[in-house]
């Protein structure tokens, strides 16, 4: 027998499943993986042990564009063709009838998501550390290598401009959901604006590339990259940079991101993750310091809004005093791309 639904699934998202994804056998048991302001996604377990994942948008307010499920759901499978690890795409649902918001499934790949050092020092060995570095890298530099005519996601967005549409998106989210005024994301969005990099030929962009959203082996081998929701095409520099802000490695200085899981012994430093990106893409790098101010610059923008969501009760009731990590991510994240880009005058 089903077991009782998590929140965001139905019995009609039930039956549709049941009806629609080749091979699975009723009943099924449904678990939430992952919830919050991010997509909803459950594991589902079939009464053979095969086991799949389905994903939702949020409950609630979506800001325009993003949890665009068919968008997600296409890329993923048009992926599979190419030399980038993504989880098989099984099935796809627009159905009002069915469920308010669109959805798809997709298989379940075994590995591990490594979110703290505990995991990291658990999974992997320090051997493995040094190899899940470089097949982080080298599998991003195998995303941005993606023919996009041949896997058929040439107009997945516009070509140009990359830099100037994500600041102008943004900061348009910034002003919406601040919660005071912070000069410093003003001066450092106008700072940024005057001093973009020339933009070599468009390639796809993850846009939220890190270690904590790819399914890794034992081994260190990225099995699967996750969480397509805001994959565009552009400028693939950007996906180095963010990725750069999102990692500590043992050597490095702190970053504004609180989730570090690669601060032990094995793990590439910073440096070293550029470096190898060069090496593996033959990309020049030597504007990566804008790159980098920009991610934490776009960072403090999306922390804000989690913050300001999580200010409006979507935590339940919690204290000003709780929430104040989440103030202090926003500035730091803030005040590292100032630094940054006062360091390049």
Known sequence: MTNELPTGLTPEIVAWFAANIDGVTAPFHFEMIAGGHSNLTFGVTDANGKRYVLRRPPLGHMLASAHDMGREYKIIAALSKSNVPVAPALGFCTDTAVAEAPFYVMDFVEGHIVRDPETAAQV??????????????????????????????????????????????????????KTRD???????????????????????????????????????????????????????????????????GPGDDPSAWAGQSTTIEGFYNRADLATRYAQVSGRDVSHIDFYVAF????????????????????????SAEELEPFNQQVLAAAANAEMILDNLK
């Open 295 to 318: 991610a934490f610059w776009k960072l403090a923008c999306i922390l804000e809004g989690v913050y300001a969501r999580y200010l409006g009760g979507a935590l339940g009731e919690r």
């Open 124 to 177: 992997f060995t320090v051997e493995a550390r040094r190899h899940a570095s470089e097949s982080l890298v080298d599998t991003m530099a195998a995303i941005h290598a993606t023919n996009l005519v041949d896997v058929g996601l040439d107009e997945l967005g516009k070509h140009e401009g990359y830099i100037e549409r994500q600041l102008k998106r943004w900061y348009g989210q910034w002003n919406a959901q």
């Open 182 to 248: 912070l000069p410093t994301i003003d001066r450092v969005h106008d700072e940024l604006l005057k001093r973009i990099p020339p933009q070599g030929p468009a390639t796809l962009v993850h846009g939220d590339y890190r270690l904590d959203n790819c399914m890794m082996s034992s081994s260190g081998d990225v099995v699967a990259v996750l969480d397509w929701e805001i994959c565009t095409l552009g400028d693939p520099l950007a996906d180095l940079g963010l990725l750069m802000v999102y990692w500590t």
